[in-house]
């Protein structure tokens, strides 16, 4: 016996804005399912205090990783390993996990998470369009990628930054403004923060989008945001943002903790998360 008090593995969720985040809940309701001694936490880092933040967690045995949202899953590939070339395919990170001997390795869940819900769907080359170009924009068309759809319209405040992502991603399309109409799209995705609390509203015409197109909107936090609210008093079906949440957290799950979510347990996770 060392004398060494004992202390349990965490992970964190870090960001700007944090306190919205329901990922502390999501992770500690697989942990206690499991019986894993282990915590999750949120750490509110800003822009100029991610590289401290790196550099402190590394320094601790203790620390297995973290999940990174808005505005850092760039920035963050500037501080860790990326031996999947995440840089060069997604171009954006939202997960670290530390390995035994201290390495920082980054890599993406969110692809996965957002394409779950799609994945009994045939997208192949159907009109998709994608408001947003940043980090969670970036996972949306690299998944929107690998399913075949196409043409992509991307709408942004400045359509010149979301110009080199359809490039980026051998996608076919156009890039319009924000308050551009939208084009008929089959599928329509919010990877921005708008409509999110704290942030601006989305407030955009639905009427262009035809029968059957399916709305599927990021932000959790509201859950029902003003464009799922719109879409179904359209009649459209909709996707919320707790199903990539869920999603893309099962994945970091058995990064960070070594085993995976427990099975049959997300009807009750969704009604924790929903309370």
């Given at each position: 016996?060392s004398?060494?008090p004992?202390?349990?593995?965490?992970?964190?969720?870090?960001?700007?804005?944090?306190?919205?985040?329901?990922?502390?809940?999501?992770?500690?309701?697989?942990?206690?399912?499991?019986?894993?001694?282990?915590?999750?936490?949120?750490?509110?880092?800003?822009?100029?205090?991610?590289?401290?933040?790196?550099?402190e967690?590394?320094?601790?045995?203790?620390?297995?990783?973290?999940?990174?949202?808005?505005?850092?899953?760039?920035?963050?590939?500037?501080?860790?390993?990326?031996?999947?070339n995440?840089?060069?395919?997604?171009?954006?990170?939202?997960?670290?996990?530390?390995?035994?001997?201290?390495?920082?390795?980054?890599?993406?869940?969110?692809?996965?998470?957002?394409?779950?819900?799609?994945?009994?769907?045939?997208?192949?080359?159907?009109?998709?369009?994608?408001?947003?170009?940043?980090?969670?924009?970036?996972?949306?068309?690299?998944?929107?990628?690998?399913?075949?759809?196409?043409?992509?319209?991307?709408l942004?405040?400045?359509?010149?930054?979301?110009?080199?992502?359809?490039?980026?991603?051998?996608?076919?399309?156009?890039?319009?403004?924000?308050?551009?109409?939208?084009?008929?799209?089959?599928?329509?995705?919010?990877?921005?923060?708008?409509?999110?609390?704290?942030?601006?509203?989305?407030?955009?015409?639905?009427?262009?989008?035809?029968?059957?197109?399916?709305?599927?909107?990021?932000?959790?936090?509201p859950?029902?945001?003003?464009?799922?609210?719109?879409?179904?008093?359209?009649?459209?079906?909709?996707?919320?943002?707790?199903?990539?949440?869920?999603?893309?957290?099962?994945?970091?799950?058995?990064?960070?903790?070594?085993?995976p979510?427990?099975?049959?347990?997300?009807?009750?996770?969704?009604?924790?998360?929903?309370?």
């Amino acid at each position: 016996m060392s004398g060494i008090p004992y202390t349990p593995p965490y992970a964190e969720v870090i960001g700007d804005p944090i306190a919205h985040s329901k990922s502390p809940l999501i992770h500690t309701f697989w942990l206690e399912a499991l019986g894993i001694a282990g915590d999750y936490r949120r750490a509110h880092v800003r822009p100029d205090g991610l590289a401290a933040y790196i550099a402190e967690r590394r320094a601790d045995p203790d620390w297995r990783g973290c999940n990174v949202t808005i505005p850092h899953k760039v920035a963050v590939m500037d501080l860790v390993d990326d031996p999947g070339n995440i840089r060069g395919t997604i171009g954006a990170m939202n997960t670290v996990v530390r390995q035994p001997d201290g390495a920082l390795i980054g890599t993406n869940t969110d692809a996965a998470g957002f394409y779950a819900p799609l994945a009994e769907l045939d997208l192949e080359g159907a009109p998709v369009a994608v408001i947003g170009a940043g980090g969670a924009a970036r996972a949306v068309l690299f998944a929107l990628a690998r399913a075949g759809v196409g043409p992509v319209t991307i709408l942004n405040r400045s359509p010149l930054k979301a110009m080199g992502l359809l490039a980026t991603f051998g996608l076919k399309g156009d890039v319009v403004a924000l308050d551009a109409p939208l084009p008929p799209a089959a599928l329509l995705v919010n990877a921005s923060s708008l409509g999110m609390i704290g942030q601006p509203p989305l407030d955009l015409d639905l009427a262009p989008l035809p029968e059957g197109a399916i709305v599927y909107d990021l932000v959790y936090a509201p859950l029902r945001t003003g464009l799922l609210a719109a879409a179904e008093a359209r009649g459209l079906d909709t996707v919320d943002g707790l199903d990539m949440l869920i999603g893309q957290a099962a994945l970091a799950f058995e990064l960070f903790f070594g085993r995976p979510p427990p099975e049959g347990r997300d009807d009750e996770l969704r009604a924790l998360l929903t309370a």
